[in-house]
């Protein structure tokens, strides 16, 4: 009896469901209309069907996109059933004066547009102000007048994901860092290439409250979140370890073992020049040939990010 039970709430609760998508799917629903009605529109809009009748490739193409099949065939407020005009702003006096760029005072988004970045940036920032944008205002991006359209592309499609002004992250990235898109091409690098990762895994490109806009609290924290192997706490910590990862390594790419900036032992010794060994590491025998032999410092210090061995003070355990 209690399973017959059971089925009957289950059968009752999958009649709701489908009465419930065929309400929302419904010709008459708020949700499956187009963009707002001529009639409907506020003083100096005309619509996107208006747009469309000398902009039809564009349209096309926008109207594939993510935010095209919102605005267009599902808006959800008042905002984004202007559409076009939500972004270019009212298109009134830009028909009245024949079209044509730069008549009529829209918003093209341009590289040489003359509408100030900030006040182009503002439009994008209407509806994306949450989440990793709360910090756009002032960070390195902002401060140089970077405009969200020099990454992002909301007229078509050229990335999976994200609107991408480039087909990947490093891509787009790297189309204003290309120093650091080629230290990705090094034998030693992170799995960018791969794309196990992208350059948004460490960085936050709309800004933070860190250096070099980390999403972590420190460079050490960031590395931590994959490294937590080397995090610690350690009975013997290694000094340049608990300032910074990068006084030894390069993360975005280096020629050498583990994107370590120098090959050893020559990193080493920035440090350590005559502590306990000769100050020449390549002779032709003895100390010095074991001294660089294999893998060199490591070969006895083994432990260098820190040790918990009660004789690892000199990290050989």
Not at 6 to 16: S, T
Not at 130 to 143: P, V
Not at 203 to 218: D, F, I, M, R
Not at 270 to 287: D, K, L, M, N
């Amino acid at each position: 009896m209690r399973w017959r039970l059971f089925g009957m709430i289950g059968a009752l609760a999958a009649v709701l469901v489908t009465v419930t998508l065929l309400g929302l799917a419904a010709p008459g629903s708020a949700q499956s209309q187009a963009s707002t009605p001529p009639g409907t529109l506020p003083e100096g809009y005309v619509g996107a069907e208006t747009c469309k009748g000398c902009h039809e490739e564009a349209f096309e193409k926008f109207s594939h996109t993510k935010m095209g099949r919102l605005f267009l065939r599902q808006p959800r407020n008042s905002t984004e059933g202007l559409a076009c005009e939500s972004c270019h702003g009212p298109g009134k006096a830009h028909v009245d004066a024949g079209g044509g760029k730069g008549k009529g005072g829209m918003v093209t988004f341009a590289k040489n547009d003359p509408t100030p970045v900030e006040k182009r940036n503002a439009t994008c920032l209407g509806c994306h102000t949450k989440g990793a944008r709360i910090f756009w205002q002032g960070s390195a991006h902002d401060s140089r007048n970077v405009a969200c359209t020099s990454c992002h592309k909301v007229m078509e499609d050229v990335s999976p994901r994200a609107q991408l002004a480039r087909e990947t992250v490093m891509d787009t990235c790297g189309s204003c860092h290309p120093q650091k898109r080629a230290a990705q091409m090094r034998s030693s690098h992170m799995p960018l290439r791969e794309g196990k990762m992208t350059c948004t895994s460490c960085h936050n490109p709309h800004g933070t409250v860190t250096p070099a806009l980390l999403k972590e609290n420190s460079l050490n924290d960031t590395c931590f979140t994959c490294h937590a192997e080397k995090r610690g706490p350690f009975l013997w910590n290694h000094q340049p370890v608990l300032e910074s990862c990068a006084n030894c390594h390069d993360p975005h790419g280096t020629n050498h073992d583990a994107m370590l900036k120098l090959a050893k032992p020559r990193l080493c010794q920035q440090c350590h020049t005559e502590a306990q060994h000769p100050s020449r590491p390549y002779g032709p025998i003895g100390t010095q040939q074991k001294y660089t032999m294999g893998r060199s410092c490591n070969d006895c210090h083994v432990a260098v990010h820190g040790s918990n061995h009660p004789a690892g003070r000199v990290f050989t355990r």
